[in-house]
Structures are given as C-alpha cells and as structure tokens.
C-alpha cells in the first residue's frame, strides 16, 4: 500500500442560486481554504464552463469533489433547480484531474461535519448529547436538502436521499388550505403531490407569502413592494418579519419555520438520528431570532408519544456556510489516502 500525499484539492458547492469552488488543503479533519470563487449558476450553460473559468488561472489539481444540489447516481449528477447534467468521468478527461467524486449537497455538508468547531454551531436544544447513534442534516435553501449519517459503532458514514421531495402533509385547517393553494399552483392534477420542498424553501417562502396575502385579504404594501423589487424578495419577507414591520411576513415566517421544525421532526424519526439533528443551508442562519422563538422546536417535537424521543436529540444550527466546501474535500481526502 501507497500513502497518497495530498496537495491542494479542488472542492465546490453547487447550488440552484450560486456556485462556490475552493482550493484547499486537508489535514485530518481540519480544512484550510486557499483560493475560494463565488458564481451566479443561473448565469452559466454548463458546469463544466464555469469550472473551465476557474481554473482558467493554470492551477493543477488532482482531486476534485463536488457537491450538488441533485441526484447523483453512478458518477452523473442532474442539478435539480438547474438544467445541469454533471459527470465525473467526463469532468476527469476534460480538465486531467486524476480523482473526480460527485456527491449529493446535503451528503456533502455531512460529511463537513467534523470540520467544524463549537463557534460553527448554535445549539436549539442540548437533548442528551452523549448519547451515540444516527445524526441528519436538513438544509432550506434554494431547495430542500436532507441527509442521514449512519452510525456504525465507530465512525459516521453520511448518505443522501431526497426527503425534500417527499409530500407535505398538513397538519391543521390553514395548512390544508395551502395545500390546496400550492395544488392548484404546482399539482398536474390540481389535487395531486407537492412536495415539502414547495413550502420549506425559498422559492416555498414566497410561496407561503402569496398563500397568506390571499388567505387573509391583505395587499403587499407600497414600502416593501419597493423592497422585493430591489433585493431578494424572500429576504425582503423574512427582514420585515424580524423587524416586526408587516403582519403578513410576521405569519409567513411563523408559518414557514414551523413547517420547518415539523419537517426536522420527521427526518429525525425516519433517520432516528439519536446523535443529532443539524440544519444547515443559507436560510436558517439569517433568521435565528425566528428559529429561537420555539416555533421550530415545537413543531419538531409535536410527535405524540415520540415527543420524548425527539427532546433527547441535539438539535443544532450550522452557522459556517462553509460546511458544504468542508465536506467534498475532506471525502476526496480520504478516498485518496485508500487507494492502492
């Protein structure tokens, strides 16, 4: 057996709204970013052009991983919120990386995981964190993300799935009324799937805003149509919620981080993730004040006689949004160091 000694390692994080690629160094769990680039996706035809721009600089690089937003299966990945279709064979002979892995978003930032540090994670509930075993990660963003980490008495071996597209399930006599909103929106038969990804999302923010702007006769006012215009218009709800400002986004926010805890919840019991439940993602660090106020954690716990269950896993927040560039490199790392 050969020991690979790592140089730099090219990771990136693909996601519907923005790219990121790194180069990085790894030693053992620790990763140090020495080059890292931001891309607007929507801007670019293919991966493998924005890729080509970043690595237009002449920098050689043997391993590169990268997480995706998607499917991946057998070395291809198709973006979800992107018309992208992405293989590592082809990656490999077009730029001459010697090691390329695709991995699912979510299973990347699980991956991360043991890259971060007390300060990358807020905690929501302490739960009974000596306990050892399963662990999830569920991450709003673009879209809706889930994870699961197996734990094998030794170490944690993450896997993906595509929870987020499981089909929501409403709870009470509001809830049904967006469910039939959201089919008539997006349902090919009008009373068909949606899915949990069309409420606990971005795109499912603005969702759940238009919903109550009907639901309770209200208008946008003039002061925040301005805002949506001009900035994001999911951060402009969720601003005006935090700022107390407009009656509507105080309940779209309510709404949307319920529906988050509830949705954790059920990951949690379908992962049994006695070791912790961490949400990751762009969302849930910008609204903490919001995560805070119990909605989430009720909602999470609502499970009837699992509610015990539930109180004993950890529950935490990812601040460092780097987590989902730890993960790749610290996969292409160790894939490295077994090969033969």
């Known amino acids: 057996m050969r020991h690979i000694k790592m140089g730099s390692i090219l990771t990136g994080d693909i996601g519907g709204t923005k790219t990121r690629l790194a180069l990085v160094e790894v030693n053992g769990s620790d990763v140090v970013i020495l080059h890292e680039l931001s891309y607007p996706s929507q801007r670019y035809d293919t991966f493998e052009t924005l890729l080509s721009e970043f690595l237009s600089s002449g920098n050689h690089v043997d391993d590169a991983t990268f997480g995706i937003a998607g499917q991946v299966q057998n070395?291809?990945?198709?973006?979800?919120?992107?018309?992208?279709?992405?293989?590592?064979?082809?990656?490999?002979?077009?730029?001459?990386?010697l090691r390329c892995h695709l991995l699912n978003d979510l299973e990347a930032t699980a991956y991360g995981l043991p890259a971060l540090g007390d300060a990358d994670l807020l905690t929501l509930q302490a739960g009974a964190p000596e306990v050892l075993g399963n662990a999830a990660v569920i991450a709003a963003g673009t879209g809706l993300g889930e994870a699961g980490l197996y734990w094998d008495g030794q170490s944690y071996r993450p896997f993906a799935t595509e929870g987020g597209h499981a089909t929501f399930s409403p709870r009470n006599t509001l809830e049904f009324a967006l469910l039939r909103h959201l089919q008539?929106?997006?349902s090919e038969n009008m009373r068909g799937h949606v899915s949990w990804e069309r409420v606990v999302s971005g795109m499912g923010l603005l969702d759940l805003y238009a919903f109550?702007?009907?639901?309770?006769?209200?208008?946008t006012p003039v002061w925040l149509a301005e805002e949506m215009r001009n900035i994001d218009a999911a951060a402009a709800i969720s601003a005006a919620a935090l700022a107390n400002s407009d009656a509507v986004c105080v309940e779209t926010m309510q709404l949307f981080v319920s529906l988050y805890g509830a949705e954790a919840g059920n990951l949690a019991l379908k992962v049994m993730s006695r070791g912790g439940l961490y949400i990751g993602g762009g969302i849930a660090p910008k609204i903490l004040p919001l995560l805070q106020t119990g909605d989430f954690l009720n909602a999470f716990l609502d499970k009837g006689r699992m509610r015990p269950l539930l109180a004993a896993m950890p529950v935490k927040v990812i601040l460092n949004d780097r987590a989902a560039l730890y993960g790749p490199a610290l996969f292409a790392a160790h894939h490295a160091e077994k090969i033969v």
Not at 212 to 219: E, G, I, K, Q, V
């Open 75 to 97: 070395g291809v990945a198709q973006a979800t919120n992107l018309p992208w279709r992405i293989d590592a064979a082809a990656l490999r002979q077009r730029f001459g990386f």
């Open 184 to 186: 008539q929106r997006h």
């Open 212 to 219: 109550l702007l009907d639901y309770r006769h209200a208008s």
